[in-house]
């Protein structure tokens, strides 16, 4: 048999693998915006999510946070209890991202000065 007969089919598997995929991200973007509130959002992520799944997202929210007003990513890494690397990806992501992580960052900047 020939290289291309073997990789053709699973490169037409791989291509349908990741339209089920996309399906599948969409489903859940979807879902995300059918919530109501911060309370229903902290459900579906209990109820989806193990615990330490949601810890891992919340604890990268956190590090973007901080990320976000200078602070050192040593010290994020310390009062995080989280490994520099991790640290150093999540600033990665967010200077070099689509630039939605800002945007979300100063939507809820606006709402917490609204609920002053």
Same mark, same amino acid.
């Given at each position: 048999m020939y290289e291309n007969e073997q !990789?053709?089919?699973m490169n037409t598997q791989s291509k349908h693998d990741e339209k089920k995929e996309k399906k599948r991200v969409d489903d859940l973007c979807y879902a995300l915006l059918q919530l109501n509130d911060a309370t229903e959002a902290q459900q579906f992520l209990s109820? *989806? *999510?193990?615990?330490?799944?949601?810890?891992?997202?919340?604890?990268?929210?956190?590090?973007?946070?901080?990320? @976000?007003? +200078?602070?050192?990513?040593r010290i994020i890494a310390e009062e995080l209890k989280c490994g520099i690397n991790t640290v150093s990806r999540a600033? !990665?992501?967010? @200077?070099? +991202?689509s630039g939605i992580l800002e945007t979300l960052l100063e939507r809820v900047e606006q709402t917490d000065e609204l609920r002053k």
């Amino acid at each position: 048999m020939y290289e291309n007969e073997q !990789t053709e089919p699973m490169n037409t598997q791989s291509k349908h693998d990741e339209k089920k995929e996309k399906k599948r991200v969409d489903d859940l973007c979807y879902a995300l915006l059918q919530l109501n509130d911060a309370t229903e959002a902290q459900q579906f992520l209990s109820d *989806l *999510l193990s615990p330490a799944e949601v810890s891992s997202i919340a604890k990268r929210w956190k590090i973007i946070q901080e990320l @976000r007003v +200078g602070k050192p990513h040593r010290i994020i890494a310390e009062e995080l209890k989280c490994g520099i690397n991790t640290v150093s990806r999540a600033n !990665t992501v967010y @200077r070099r +991202g689509s630039g939605i992580l800002e945007t979300l960052l100063e939507r809820v900047e606006q709402t917490d000065e609204l609920r002053k």
